[in-house]
């Protein structure tokens, strides 16, 4: 029997007796096959099976009194919702995703210029609850067991790996030029840190017309990828935030790139890109961009090439993307797509979605039916809805949508 073959075999055991192994568990098994070429099959296989079993047997933490499951592994517990909580204080999640931090947002007036400025909570998988942190960026690794996180103004030289069940950073990362913002890739071993040479967040307003509005600016430098387990931050790949051709006529609140920009990792991990729009025929369309890990421009993988404006995007199987408007359906809905072809294959009745819990079910905000009129979201809640249903199931309590006060909540997904 080959490695792949066995470790194939073990995997199917194990999750019968004790169901799904966590959303990283295929890298990680990629990732020790290819540590341990030199060693000998058996070896391998004893090894891949290893981080099964401790992806699988779930310890109990006894806090104040309590037992809690640690959260950043599968449990058989499919939906956890706190609806009656905004922000949650205790784990949300769903299938395969949970929200492994949330965050507000605050704007401020720092003399003539206006800065942007998170307040992140992260989840600590021994107490089961949100956490205020004091970072300026996080991103949650798949597994939730480590997260990578950016300290004071922004862009910073370094990054902090940060144990999820402590708090505390194991490990600070210096990067050749400065950063702003982190992503994961799928197998939760790099990261992909976005280069800016000023604080994307600040819109920068002018000495000699001070009655101005304050407005970004287009700062990104390009891409540094960082290998977390040797520590070591590569060489910056330049890529430059794109600016209109000359004589396009852009609308000007949607002229490209202002401000923030950041890189993430296509779904099997293997390009980097970034989403900004472009302009098609007069008209302004999602426009997605394609780097290979060397920093060279290149065409984006084919059933990726049909993604629209949503931050969910594929689903885990990458069978499924989100579209545009469904002009067929109801009035507040998006269609769900065949990856490669393109052509609709479900719906969702909203038009805010986030992330997918499964191949089927995906994470949306939904404005409460009283006061949801199409023309706002004025209040809004999570919730988890079904490609091809009308069917919702509440996640969290209602928020103002359109309120600027910090205690507006914006959730980060991470696979648990």
């Given amino acids: 029997m080959t490695l792949d073959e066995l470790v194939r075999s073990t995997l199917r055991e194990m999750a019968q007796d004790s169901g799904p192994p966590s959303g990283d568990l295929a890298g990680r098994v990629i990732a020790a096959r290819a540590r341990r070429r030199n060693r000998t099959v058996l070896g391998a296989a004893l090894a891949a099976t290893a981080v099964v079993a401790t992806a699988i047997v779930v310890p109990a933490v006894t806090v104040d009194g309590e037992r809690h499951r640690e959260a950043g592994i599968p449990s058989t517990q499919d939906v956890v919702a706190h609806p009656d909580q905004t922000p949650p204080r205790e784990l949300i999640a769903a299938g395969r995703t949970a929200v492994a931090a949330w965050y507000t947002t605050k704007r401020s007036m720092e003399g003539i210029d206006q800065v942007e400025r998170r307040t992140w909570h992260l989840f600590n998988t021994t107490t089961g609850r949100y956490e205020k942190t004091s970072w300026s960026w996080v991103a949650v690794a798949p597994g939730m067991r480590t997260a990578a996180v950016l300290e004071g103004e922004l862009p910073t030289r370094r990054i902090g790996v940060v144990d999820m069940a402590t708090g505390k950073v194991t490990r600070w990362i210096e990067t050749e030029a400065p950063i702003a913002g982190l992503a994961w890739s799928p197998d939760g071993g790099t990261l992909v840190a976005t280069a800016y040479s000023a604080d994307p967040d600040r819109r920068f307003g002018e000495p000699e017309r001070p009655q101005r ?22 060489p910056l790949r330049e890529a430059p935030q794109l600016l209109p051709r000359r004589g396009e006529a852009w609308p000007t609140a949607l002229i490209p790139y202002p401000g923030r920009d950041d890189f993430r990792f296509s779904h099997d991990g293997s390009l980097i890109r970034h989403e900004s729009p ?33 931050e969910a995007g594929l689903s885990p199987d990458g069978r499924l993307a989100v579209g545009g408007a469904d002009a067929d359906g109801t009035p507040r809905g998006l269609r769900i797509d065949d990856s490669v072809t393109g052509e609709k294959v479900g719906s969702v009745p909203d038009l805010i979605l986030l992330a997918w819990a499964d191949n089927r079910r995906i994470f949306a905000w939904s404005c409460d039916p009283e006061e949801c009129t199409g023309r706002s979201d004025d209040r809004s809640r999570l919730v988890l809805l079904e490609v091809g249903s009308d069917k919702t199931v509440p996640l969290s309590g209602y928020q103002r949508w359109l309120s600027a006060d910090i205690s507006r909540w914006n959730p980060l997904f991470a696979t648990r």
């Avoid at 287009?218 to 520590?231: K, N, W």
């Fill in 278 to 310: 472009v302009l098609e025929k007069g008209s302004v369309e999602p426009g997605h961009h394609w780097y290979t890990r060397e920093g060279t421009r290149t065409q984006g993988p084919e059933i990726e090439r049909n993604l629209g404006w949503s």
């Fill in 213 to 234: 509005d304050p407005s970004a600016r287009h700062c990104r430098t390009g891409f540094i990828l960082v290998d977390v387990a040797s520590g070591r931050a590569g």
